[in-house]
């Protein structure tokens, strides 16, 4: 019986991350006769940020950035994502790690100091069986601009 309702859960949960890929992926794709893809640039991102629940908590996963411009790697952890692609036959998700930052534009570990994510290269693939929720979240987050004023 426990099974049936963790199987149960499991598909509710596949559904969910479909949803969200199908969603992303309309914002990024969507395309018009006359003024092609406005809708990205009207929304301002491409991307839907989440979280994801396992029974510990909120996941959080540790990536590595690199800055082409200073040629450097940042190592960072973070429990934000953005859905890549579902392998449904594997049970399993694969998600981008999306850089949290401060109103520095340092990388920050606190949730409540997060004024705006970082798309990142550093893919993972998650099974399936450890998550428990997703929650999406404000897309404000790409979109904001970091602005430090001076004091006086």
Request: proline letters at 3%; hydrophobic letters at 35%.
């Amino acid at each position: 019986m426990d099974t049936t309702r963790n199987d149960s859960s499991k598909d509710c949960l596949i559904e969910a991350l479909l949803e969200l890929k199908a969603l992303q992926d309309f914002i990024s794709n969507s395309s018009t006769k006359y003024f092609g893809k406005l809708l990205p640039k009207l929304i301002g991102a491409d991307t839907i940020p989440f979280f994801l629940s396992t029974k510990e908590g909120l996941l959080t996963l540790t990536g590595d950035d690199f800055n082409k411009k200073t040629g450097k790697s940042t190592c960072f952890s973070t429990k934000y994502f953005r859905i890549e692609s579902i392998l449904k036959e594997s049970g399993c998700v694969i998600v981008s790690l999306l850089m949290p930052l401060d109103i520095h534009g340092e990388h920050t570990k606190n949730i409540c100091d997060c004024i705006q994510l970082k798309k990142t290269s550093t893919c993972v693939t998650i099974d399936f069986s450890c998550i428990c929720a997703i929650q999406p979240l404000e897309l404000e987050l790409l979109k904001r601009k970091i602005i430090v004023e001076p004091k006086w």
